[in-house]
């Protein structure tokens, strides 16, 4: 079956989607599915751009061999051997004895360890070209987007950026392959937002790093390794990736996220939220036992305020408000505004542990004095989630 896409007449997509996945790398999840890209160039000498996932090794396999149509495969391309792109890498190997793989010597070192086994392969450094006969391959290395040994190849033929996890997106391909295919804006961007925040958004100065080398390409396409190929308006999602890796927020406005048992710290939330809006900031709500943090992290990447209230929990921060902050820190997000409130029926120290964990966060300030409370927020109190908003609002 041709389940491949043209990308032009001699490169080919020959990836897969995986719409049965519950957790992106164990921990995220995938409800729209994740497509894993690998690219086909068909020249006088044939290569191949990345594997794919376990899950897929045999749509990918087929998709491989029909795109060939009985050529031998020459190179494999490794530009990360993260799993996700390089378990099906033997499997290539295996069917096609003759092919070389071409990486970078820190790639040829994991894929022995990932292996246990040497393969042929020819090393390359940044600037050095793979000659394909029309094509021309050039190889840029990208460390930390996402893992160490990552580089990018730039096709100076056509003007294509095969981008590795750089400018990915979540979500199943569902047979369109081009971003210009589908209202990206409107149905991607946020899954977009979710897997660049939570995948490599810790690492905004070696994207920056990225970005400045790609600058001086002439970038016609970028294809990425999960997600649509970027082939019109690719300063759009460059402007995106421009803001996300300089941790700036892209909307003045408020997330709110409480951990609340029985209702009463997420009825202060709720209140804070309608001062909020009647005032016309913009603000959303995450109930931190019921969101997965690859979406609270993408908002806290997106807001400009963020508001925690939690309950105090066993002396100490409820536990998955805990394991947010956590997640939240080691993210790297910086420059944020951070209100606090917090809830306590005997003894209140949830602002205390809040304050420790995003105090190791760079350029953060936090907006007024936690609000503190026993149980519930009475009537007579309420002021005090006025006066908050309030604080808030000067601040936006
Ligand atoms: C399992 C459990 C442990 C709690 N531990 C503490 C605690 O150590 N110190 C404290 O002051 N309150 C503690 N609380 C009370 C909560 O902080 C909070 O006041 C109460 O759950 C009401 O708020 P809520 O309606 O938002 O859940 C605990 C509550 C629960 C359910
Ligand atoms: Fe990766
Ligand atoms: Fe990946």
Redesign the pocket.
Known sequence: MNCTRKIDDDIIWVGADNRRLKLFEAVYNVPRGVSYNSYLLLDDKTALIDTVDRAVTDIFLENVEYALGGRTLDYLVVQHMEPDHSATLVDVLIRHPECEVVCNKKIFDMITAFKGAEVKAKIVKDGDVLELGRHKLTFVSAPMVHWPEVMVSFDMTSGTLFSADAFGTFGALSGALFADEVDFDRDYLDEARRYYCNIVGKYGAQVRSLLGKASALNIKRICPLHGFVWRENIDYYVNKYTLWSGYEPEERGVMIAY?????????VANALACRLREAGIKCVMHDVSVSEHSWIIADAFKYSHLVFAS??????V?VNMENLLHDIAAHSIRGRKIALIE????????AKGMTEILSSLKDVEFVGNPLSF???LGADREAEVDALAEQIIKSI
């Open positions: 951990a609340s048992v029985y209702g009463n710290t997420e009825n309950v105090t929990y066993n002396g100490g409820f809830n306590g029926s005997w003894a209140a120290v949830a026993k149980s519930a």
